[in-house]
């Protein structure tokens, strides 16, 4: 789950995501420091493992630089996300009640970006980051931000 804000132009957060390999990038952008699943390259690859789905490739270290390689991973993450409008939450809190996880609620024209990992996007047994930053309607992006996911064996 990923909380996105309006920057200092006030403009919404934007949810594009790209046809995938195109030179577009999503407007919602995560890498992950490792492989998630099989670390496939192919983009979107959303089905079920029996039906020939993979995972989401790892750009070590995190990098938002040019290159249809990083564009690519990045459409891949960005398509097994959903948006969601600030009152509509995503995510339980600790009493397992809906809710968003910003303290007051997210502002106007922020959103939540949830994904249920599946087997075919697991995280492998290890310590990975995942960085993410985010693109507003009008094109500015925001600051990026990490954290830490450590899978116990």
């Known amino acids: 789950m990923l909380e996105a804000k309006p920057g200092a132009s006030g403009a919404s957060v934007g949810t594009f995501v ?3 390999g195109s030179a577009s990038r999503p407007d919602t952008q995560v890498e992950s420091t490792n492989s998630l699943g099989n670390g496939s390259v192919q983009i979107c690859d959303i ?20 290159g249809q390689t990083i564009t690519n991973a990045l459409q891949d993450f960005a398509c097994r996300l959903s948006a969601f409008q600030p009152t509509t939450p995503c995510t339980l809190n600790r009493f397992g009640a809906f809710a968003v996880l910003t303290p007051g609620g997210i502002t106007g024209g922020g959103r939540q970006f949830c994904h249920i990992v599946r087997t075919i996007e697991e995280f492998p047994v290890n310590t990975t980051i995942l960085t993410a930053q985010s693109t507003d309607t009008s094109g500015a992006i925001g600051s990026t931000k990490q954290i830490v996911v450590r899978r116990l064996p």
């Open 47 to 66: 089905q079920s493992a029996s039906e020939g789905g993979g995972g989401i490739p790892g750009i070590n270290p995190p990098n938002f630089g040019p």
């Open 18 to 20: 790209p046809v995938p």
